[in-house]
């Protein structure tokens, strides 16, 4: 059987696509299945990778898809719509998909990275992370501030695949003032 990595952002600049990428290769090598990545740009969705993509959907040269981030620029193409193609998601699911939707807990993580360092003495708790949506954000803010462990300014959104953004999201807490600095660190997301 061959499956289909699908991505709009190229494997190459994530770490979490990168390990996603030789894991399916570490299954392939075990024999059974083999595996294709296609990569289109979100912005720019009519891409030689696209292009292979719907070809080999439409040719049945694909037994599944697996899209290790939301397809929804892809909704009334036969890439979501062919009957009998398996599919899954990396992602939040919505009441429209079809397919099955796995989405990391976010909210477990936080309640135990929360729980472990305020045990060990942490009051001033700060959260680097990219957050698609502000409201996944102010549910953090919140969290946080109801269980007095940092304030809003401790808790900073940086793009994802850009380490850069990381950084300065890092300097900006640690150039605050004594009392304000965090005395400890969530990082939200491995990008």
Known sequence: CRYGLVSYIPFSESRFLLSMQRAAM????????????????EAHIETEGYRRLIEDVESHRVAGLIFLNPPYNLEDTPVLVQKGLPRVAHGRARESDTFPCIMFDHRLFLEKSVGHLAGIGRRRIAVIGS?????????????????????????????????????????????????????????RDDH
């Open 131 to 187: 957050y698609l949506h502000r409201e996944e954000m102010e549910e953090d803010i919140s969290y946080l501030a109801a269980r007095k462990l940092s304030s809003p300014k401790l808790t900073q959104n940086c793009t994802p695949w850009h380490p850069w953004s990381a950084r300065q999201a890092a300097l900006l807490l640690m150039g605050l003032s004594e009392k304000e600095r965090p005395d400890a660190l969530i990082i």
């Open 26 to 41: 570490r299954l392939a090598e075990e024999g059974g299945c083999t595996f294709t990545s296609y990569c289109y740009e």
